[in-house]
């Protein structure tokens, strides 16, 4: 048994990033200004979006996306329940109604039939949520909004780099909102990216992201002053500093090799696991890249004789940190007492939520960690087997 504990989460941060916020903090400009404009640059050419907007979260990008698109008072957005609590809140900033839809037990991403029945002549989005990396079926998704004529906001979080039948995420939906939040692909301590190829959105974002500002307006009215603006709308402050933007530019240089290594990593989990049948692994389905964000495995509990937390535990007494994503929005309080949303109505999830372990996947890990953990789990299996 391993002797120091394997945090389920470490970044990858090099000399390069130490580099990068160094320049940044000799340069004396601390905020958005010229790292952040390069980082959205680089970013619009890595998914092949026309236009990227550099904010302080993902949270801040679906918020911005949903209120771009005039989501508001009496809306509903249809949102999965197998996802974080980022995903569903900003509908309710906006004053719209989440309603929650269930996954496909397999995938654990958003059931399109069940978005099919979920639409109203309220609905005014739909939010996909590539779970762990994997691409929801979006043809199928893009064609019921289609035919509503409603937009599609991607929350990308975990899809970045991900693709679909050829097609980078971030060049599917209306907008798309990634994440670079610690524990995700690739990070900036805190921060997050919209992508769009829609002008007036992506200037509806650029303005609300900053105070409803109009840096247009001043140049239309004093072309010498620059302590002179409008504000327009009541804007967010969700811009995205240089700091964080220096990081996030070595960061996205990496983000190849990152993937590369995390592929790696579930390729020998995946033919690991292959001989227990008290273990489903997640696969990769045909024609998808699969970012491999998260590494979800679910248990069987009737050939188990140990819970998942058990199984949690078991896997920490051997010195393996792991964690569950996600606890479905409908089991929470908030859901639950304000929206009424009960366990058995979305009985996919409700089931999942029982069976699901996230297990260690990040580039910083050794092969003899990424060995320790398939031995932890092959003699947790062993020992507990019915
Ligand atoms: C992490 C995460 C978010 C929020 O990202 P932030 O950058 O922390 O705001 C949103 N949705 C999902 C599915 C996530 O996992």
Not at 281 to 304: I, N
Request: proline content about 6%.
């Amino acid at each position: 048994m391993r002797k120091n504990f394997l945090p389920f989460h470490l970044p990858s941060l090099g000399a390069e990033e130490h580099r990068a916020v160094e320049e940044v903090l000799r340069s004396g400009w601390l905020t958005t200004g010229p790292r952040a404009k390069q980082f959205e640059e680089n970013f619009a050419g890595f998914v092949g979006c026309k236009y990227a907007l550099a904010v302080n979260s993902a949270t801040a990008a679906l918020h911005l996306a949903l209120e771009a698109i005039g989501v508001g008072s009496g809306g509903e957005v249809i949102v999965p329940t197998m996802t974080f609590a980022a995903s569903a809140e900003v509908a309710i900033y906006l004053n719209a109604h989440p309603v929650l839809v269930d996954c496909v037990p397999d995938t654990l991403n958003m059931d399109p039939a069940a978005v099919q029945r979920s639409i109203t002549p309220r609905t005014q989005a739909i939010m996909p949520v590539h779970f762990a990396g994997l691409p929801c079926d979006m043809d199928a998704i893009l064609e019921v909004a289609r035919a509503c004529n409603v937009r599609v906001i991607e929350d990308a979080a975990h899809a970045f780099p991900s693709s679909y039948r050829g097609r980078t995420i971030g060049t599917l939906g209306d907008i798309t909102c990634f994440s670079f939040y610690v524990t995700k692909t690739i990070t900036t301590g805190e921060g997050g990216m919209i992508a769009t190829d829609n002008e007036e959105w992506a200037n509806r974002m650029r303005i609300m992201s900053l105070h409803g500002i109009s840096k247009d307006a001043w140049k239309r009215y004093m072309a010498e002053g620059s302590w002179y603006y409008e504000i327009l709308y009541p804007g967010f402050k969700y811009n995205l500093t240089d700091l964080a933007a220096a990081i996030g530019i070595e960061q996205l240089r990496k983000a190849t090799q990152f993937y590369q290594a995390r592929a790696r990593i579930a390729e020998l989990y995946t033919s690991s696991f292959q001989d227990l049948p008290e273990i489903r692994a997640p696969k990769c389905s045909d024609g998808m890249v699969h970012s491999w964000h998260l590494y979800v495995v679910q248990l069987e509990p009737t050939r188990l004789r140990i819970t998942r937390d058990q199984f949690i535990e078991k896997l920490r007494e051997q010195n393996i940190g792991t964690s569950v994503h996600f606890i479905p929005l409908h089991l929470h309080p908030l859901y639950r007492d304000r929206y009424g949303y009960r366990p058995e109505t979305f009985p996919n999830a409700t089931a999942a939520y029982e069976r699901i372990v996230s297990l260690p996947i990040y580039p910083a890990m050794s092969p003899q960690d990424v060995q320790d953990v398939v031995d932890a789990v092959r003699t947790t299996v062993k020992e507990n087997r019915r």
